[in-house]
């Protein structure tokens, strides 16, 4: 069975692999047409496949960065990423996940008017990553393959997630809870942090951030 996943873990390394996540944009400005998405989380995904997210290879996917729709890196776009980025998996403690910002090109074509109208209504909540593992590891406990080194090659706007946490939530609340719980931090003294954290102050936010999470 070793040599089974060995075998299979041998043949995905240097080959192209898309992954697509099932979340709604986190944040949304109409008047820039710009969407913010989770473009990949560590969660174990359909295909039984976990992406480390502390090794991804963004160098070269920021040089050149078109959003496509579908994977169609063949047709033009419908407008490109602004930034990407990691950030704490508020739902995967000791996580991270990618975030990506994408700017839709409304004035160059109806058919990108009518995608960007279509994520602004939720009706497509769902992007997916295209990229280049270099180290796979199987990992027994989890009984999944742990993908690494991952070289993102693109990002696509697409109708079907494959993702396992197809959640629609609000970011809104969670996210002034986090601000909050920063802004207490900066404006008190260490010795005022430390007497806080033994009331479990600070720990009753993190908490609070969980559950809106839920």
């Known amino acids: 069975m070793k040599k089974e996943y060995q075998q299979k873990a041998a043949e995905m390394i240097g080959k192209r692999i898309d992954v697509d996540l099932t979340t709604k944009a986190v944040s949304i400005d109409e008047t820039k047409h710009t969407a913010t998405f989770v473009m990949s989380t560590a969660s174990i995904d359909r295909h039984g496949d976990i992406v480390d997210q502390d090794s991804w290879i963004l160098d070269h996917f920021v040089k050149n960065a078109p959003l496509f729709w579908g994977h169609r890196s063949n047709d033009f776009p419908l407008g490109k990423w602004l930034k990407v980025w990691l950030e704490p998996d508020l739902e995967n403690p000791g996580q991270k996940m990618?975030?990506?910002?994408?700017?839709?090109?409304?004035?160059?074509?109806?058919?990108?008017?009518?995608?960007w109208a279509h994520v602004v209504r939720g009706d497509l909540n769902m992007v997916s990553v295209g990229f280049i593992p270099h180290v796979v590891e199987y990992d027994e406990n989890k009984d999944a393959f742990v993908l690494k080194e991952c070289e993102l090659i693109e990002c696509s706007l697409v109708g079907i997630g494959a993702n396992r946490r197809a959640l629609i939530k609000d970011a809104d609340i969670p996210a002034k809870i986090i601000e909050l719980k920063q802004q207490i931090e900066e404006s008190i003294s260490q010795e005022d942090v430390k007497a806080i954290q033994k009331r479990n102050g600070i720990l009753m936010l993190n908490k609070a951030v969980r559950a809106f999470q839920k």
């Open 98 to 115: 990618l975030m990506g910002t994408a700017e839709f090109a409304v004035e160059v074509a109806d058919d990108v008017k009518r995608a």
